[in-house]
């Protein structure tokens, strides 16, 4: 039986830790020159949604290693899951490349999001090398102090019309079956991966001013816990700048962006766009200066 479906069936967390221990679909490449970072943040995966970016995120964890790693709320969507069940080989082999970082030593914290709630009942406990905890504080090389949360504690629609948060969550999934439906096209005609939702929503004025406003409520609330900064998912708009001297990260997702945020080991912070990196990769050594000048313009 799938490890997520007894999971969600029964709630026994325990069933997760010797998950590590079995063997994935897609073996993990061995490669050369892996990335180090100190600390790795990633959120909003969307595990058991058709709109997860597996195969990339799959890419990024087989290229890079850190010390610490943060998985920040919404890695599974429980909402998904229990209306319809979908977990294909892709996924558990995410799953298995997690735990088998924090059985490799990795320090791997997981503080759940509204859409896998369902963990938050295991707050204080660790599993299989997976630390539970509802927040953390995160200190940087260079000694500045981080809040990490998921960030739906901050979202007004979550909180009191979780309704309309549902009902939005189902016009998500649509916009998400049409993106795949844009990439299928673009990867036919040998075009990197563009998200049709992040550009939509750069776009709508509303869109525009609730992440703003969003931003500023999450910083506000961290600098009144007297932090230096905050680190949070929820929104799938990757972003770093400064709110009224406190430093605003949002790690982005796995969804639309493909994004993670990370720490260099002398505290220098940095998000990375991977379909970037992978379109970089893919080019010829040769590549003419305007293609890569092209990937830059998409990213920003």
């Known amino acids: 039986m799938n490890v997520i479906s007894k999971l969600m069936s029964d709630g026994n967390i325990t069933d997760l830790t010797d998950f590590a221990n079995s063997h994935p679909a897609i073996p993990e490449r061995i490669v050369e020159g892996r990335r180090q970072y100190r600390t790795i943040w990633i959120s909003d995966v969307h595990l058991g949604t058709r709109g997860c970016n597996a195969t990339m995120l799959i890419d990024f964890l087989d290229h890079v290693d850190s010390e610490t790693m943060y998985l920040v709320g919404d890695i599974i969507d429980g909402w998904r899951l229990k209306k319809k069940f979908y977990w294909p080989s892709a996924h558990n082999d995410i799953v298995w490349r997690l735990l088998k970082r924090a059985k490799r030593g990795t320090r791997v914290i997981y503080i759940p999001g509204n859409h896998d709630e369902v963990f938050r009942q295991f707050s204080g406990l660790d599993f299989g090398g997976v630390s539970i905890r509802r927040q953390a504080i995160h200190e940087t090389a260079d000694g500045r102090r981080l ?14 019309h979780r309704w309309l948060a549902h009902v939005g969550d189902v016009a998500y999934e649509f916009m998400m079956a049409l993106n795949r439906w844009v990439n299928a096209y673009r990867r036919f005609f040998d075009l990197p991966y563009w998200s049709l939702s992040k550009h939509a929503k750069a776009k709508v ?47 982005g997702d796995w969804v639309e962006g493909c994004t993670a945020l990370v720490e260099h080991f002398d505290g220098r912070m940095e998000l990375i766009h991977w379909a970037d990196e992978i379109a970089r990769r893919e080019l010829p050594d040769d590549a003419p200066g305007q293609a890569r000048a092209g990937i830059e313009m998409m990213a920003a």
Not at 147 to 160: M, S
Request: aromatic content about 10%; overall charge negative.
């Open 147 to 160: 809040l990490v949360l998921h960030g739906d504690e901050f979202d007004a629609i979550t909180l009191t």
């Open 205 to 251: 004025k509303n869109a525009v001013e609730f992440i703003s406003n969003y931003e500023e409520v999450v910083a506000q609330a961290a600098g009144s816990r007297g932090v230096n900064g905050v680190v949070c998912g929820h929104i799938h708009t990757a972003e770093f700048r400064d709110i009224g001297g406190v430093e605003y990260y949002n790690d």
